[in-house]
């Protein structure tokens, strides 16, 4: 039985709620999801098999989980490099950054340049609130993704992906298909279209909350923050 | 090699400066420390040995650990039951107690009735920031705690040891050995005095806080947000 999928409205009511009567703070959220962003690409990439990893930050709360997840990923023995063209001025996103440059956690300008040395790529570029167009510079961005031989685990949506639909028909997003993908609370709609490896994390749903927004509280193990899904075909 | 340690001055200092040049909220710093405690507690008691868990918590942030660690376990498939007598109007620990209510976490305000029924306890009464006295009700519960037959998992220190010269020669903390202590960040001097089992987490600190506060990053493996060490003597 595939997991149940979460719409892009019901996505940002589910979140609202968290942060309202859920109590929980975005720092809190944030921390929680990346750190399951960071043990899925543990799961695709252990260190010892190749250790250099490029996340690519968007501007928005997917790239906040992306922010996080390179935090963890170096303690756990990574070299992260990050590739964040547009930092808002978003306390918690500068926060999270100076996280980073205390690490010395390099900061690249040159997206593609990194490519050739990279063994796996995070997409945290644009989530579930992603709609239209792919404005500058991420248009090359997403093409270098889509050509790349380096893997790719995306982070909610392969970014410029349809969150309903899936797979856009025109632009550098057509014929984009990261290997992998961590759906973060529940898995979106446009998962029917993905193939890859598929990982839910996330692990603070309430048995509550899934039933109002009619989901699956995936099968969780141990301490994992993560857990590899079947296709939700 | 013991790690070195870390005083109460150093410690509040570290604190203070993680969360003003070091750019962490306190809401991160607490999921994280929460999570730590979450998995020492699961590799001493994993959830099929007997998954009812008590917690003590204290009215400082120390007990908000304790808070963030009842959720998690919660998650990982334990019972937990806490025990929260005194509750101050702290926004942070308020939304942290909202959360465990939201997934119908049992509140006791009767910590020796629960003892029967619990296989394992969690002191996160007092942390690194105790001196002096201890208040109402905590005495009785301290008691509860020395003279029990169920293990404890201390977080941070044994609440009421002096965190630099360890077990008190009065009171109801004399006599009081936990099986187990969780050290946050680094271990506080009363390691010295401490021979159950000890663990370290906290997989934030970095190389030049490390060095700045004279501190050793533990060797954490894997994923893991605590490890074990061998006692501090």
Known sequence: MALRT?????????????MSTGAFSLDQLMELAGLSVSQALFKLQPPQKGNCILIAVGPGNNGGDGLV??????????????YYPKQP???????????LRDLRIPFTEDFSSQLSTT?????????????????????????????????????DAPSSWNIE???????PGKGYNPDALIS?????????????????????LTQAMAEKYELDIPPYEGLDQVVEVPANK
């Open 165 to 171: 639909t899936g797979p856009p028909d025109e632009g």
């Open 119 to 155: 063994d796996f790529i995070i997409d945290s570029i644009f989530g579930f609130s992603f709609s239209g167009e792919v404005r500058e510079p991420f248009p090359s961005v997403i093409a270098a993704l889509r050509d790349s031989k380096v893997p790719v685990l995306a982070v």
């Open 69 to 82: 997840a390179a935090r963890h990923l170096w303690h756990y023995g990574y070299k992260p490099t990050v």
């Open 89 to 99: 001025k978003n306390e918690l996103y500068q926060r999270l950054s100076q996280q």
């Open 6 to 18: 979460l719409g892009p409205k019901a996505a940002a009511a589910l979140d609202q709620e968290l």
């Open 184 to 204: 973060l609370t529940a898995p979106k709609p446009l998962v029917k279209w993905f193939e890859g490896r598929h990982f839910v994390g996330g692990r603070f």
